[in-house]
């Protein structure tokens, strides 16, 4: 095998922000003439960006080099991101591994092998904002990545512990990578970061998320309403005010729908989370505002269930809470204790059946609201989707609902937003017709 592998594979775990990160060093890789393969087996060089939100994420981490190794013996694996940070020394263990990577060193693997690889956790790079850009993507919805890292340290997350704390990009590095996307014929970003709630307060100037998305719809409105969108991805509900209303009154580029980093619907549980700068109550007012800018709109949430403690009134609370809510879909997760975290060493553990049973509980809710929501969409005239994938024809609407063509539009190319009149509900799917 040489000594400088050229022919690379990547497996991306975890959030949109590693799917990024891949496609940064996927760029530069490419750049300097090495080959992407569709397998590890095909490699000399196996790029495993990993995840270390949840014990789950860690063992698919585990399985993922394993595999690889299985694969292809001879390839060099090189493991990088969250798990890579605070799992150093056991993932330097698994068979193949060539080197390990931590997440605030990973921007050097630009430069493979020489460079930054070998930096040592807690290098200066920790505080400073990743060099790392895309002008491409390989999905047909693009990722900007606008700030990285946690400065609050909610009791149950490894995250500060594995992206170090916010920092924030800089607003005009944003605006350049829109266009480039953009001129690249991308018609779905995606404004993406760990904590956008902290954006812009490591900036020489002032500024917080809403700035940015204000400058993006001033600056790209006028060319591109119509034609191509801004999704915002996870926001903390603590964000959601008189500005934000104001801001996505007057953007005409942002989807009509928000993620939200709910977690719990009991103020209760909020606080013993580290989360006690927002309640449930004033999320519903907000909500109920927005109808008046989006008459119709998407939401989701992220939920917690089975936190340390969490009595069955408070199970009651967040569930009662999911019920009042407009929710079009949510990702619901039982409590997983992460070493190092304050919540793991905190008292009356829930028992992992009963954590399941209440994620369960509370997904049966989401579901029934997205099959109302989806039943309401069969009465508009149009959506929009953004075509994700030809064979079959499909892709995601404006109101990020899966949408599955009944034939493939004339002359459809990806990443294009396509009209399309719905037709029926088909196991949680949209099944459209072209305009």
Same mark, same amino acid.
Not at 107 to 119: F, R, S, T
Not at 191 to 210: E, I, K, T
């Given at each position: ?16 922000? &590693? ?18 393969? /569709? ?11 990993? !995840? ?15 595999? #690889? ?17 605070? %799992? ?15 997440? @605030?060193?990973?921007?050097? %693997?630009? =430069? ?15 505080? #400073? ?9 390989? +999905? ?6 606008? =700030? ?5 340290? !909610?009791?149950? !997350? ?7 704390? $916010? ?15 953009? /001129? ?13 709630? /902290?954006?812009?307060? @490591? ?14 719809? &001033? ?38 729908? %928000? ?15 580290? +989360? ?7 999320? %519903? ?36 809470? !999911? ?12 409590? $997983?204790?992460?070493?190092?975290? #304050?919540?793991? @060493?905190?008292?009356? =553990? ?6 399941? #049973? ?16 989806? =039943? $309401? ?59």
């Amino acid at each position: 095998m040489s000594e400088h592998p050229t022919r690379f594979y990547a497996a991306t775990l975890g959030c949109k922000i &590693n799917q990024y990160e891949t496609q940064a060093l996927r760029e530069v890789w490419l750049a300097r003439g090495f080959t992407e393969v /569709q397998s590890a087996a095909e490699a000399d060089l196996v790029l495993v960006n990993t !995840c270390a939100v949840t014990a789950k994420a860690v063992s698919d981490v585990r399985a993922t080099v394993r595999q #690889a190794h299985r694969a292809n013996p001879l390839a060099r694996i090189v493991v990088t991101g969250c798990a890579a940070q605070v %799992l150093g020394d056991e993932l330097a263990a698994l068979p193949g591994v060539a080197a390990v990577v931590p997440q @605030d060193a990973k921007a050097g %693997l630009k =430069q493979w092998p020489q460079g930054a690889v070998n930096a040592p956790s807690g290098s200066g790079a920790a505080q #400073a904002f990743p060099d790392m850009q895309v002008s491409g993507y390989t +999905r047909a919805r693009a990722v900007v990545k606008v =700030q990285d890292g946690c400065s609050h340290r !909610c009791t149950y !997350c490894i995250v500060p512990f594995t992206r170090g704390p $916010s920092r924030s990009r800089a607003p005009h590095d944003i605006a350049d990578e829109v266009r480039r996307l953009l /001129q690249g014929g991308f018609r779905e970003l995606i404004l993406s970061g760990v904590n956008l709630r /902290q954006y812009g307060r @490591d900036l020489a100037m002032p500024a917080d998320f809403w700035d940015v998305v204000a400058r993006l719809g &001033n600056e790209f409105g006028p060319e591109w309403a119509g034609r191509a969108r801004l999704r915002i991805s996870s926001l903390e509900p603590g964000q959601l005010g008189s500005k934000a209303l104001d801001t996505l009154a007057a953007n005409p580029l942002v989807s009509p729908q %928000l993620h939200l980093s709910l977690q719990s619907g009991s103020a209760s549980v909020l606080r013993r989370m580290g +989360r006690g700068h927002y309640t449930p109550q004033p999320l %519903l007012d907000f909500l109920h505002s927005l109808r008046g800018i989006w008459p119709v709109y998407g939401l989701g949430a992220d939920i917690l269930m089975g936190f340390p403690g969490e009595t069955r009134e408070e199970f009651e609370e967040t569930l009662a809470f !999911c019920r009042e809510l407009p929710l079009t879909y949510a990702h619901v997760f039982p409590y $997983s204790r992460r070493p190092g975290t #304050a919540a793991a @060493d905190m008292k009356d =553990q829930l028992p992992v059946a009963e954590k399941k #049973a209440r994620a369960a509980a509370v997904r049966a809710v989401a579901a029934e609201k997205k099959d109302a929501f989806l =039943q $309401s969409l069969l009465r508009r005239d149009s959506l929009h989707v953004v075509l994700q994938s030809l064979s079959p024809a499909c892709g995601v609407s404006e109101f990020y609902t899966d949408c599955r063509f009944d034939s493939v539009p004339d002359g459809a190319t990806l990443r294009e937003i396509r009209s399309a009149r719905p037709l029926e509900v088909r196991k949680g799917v949209l099944i459209v017709s072209p305009q």
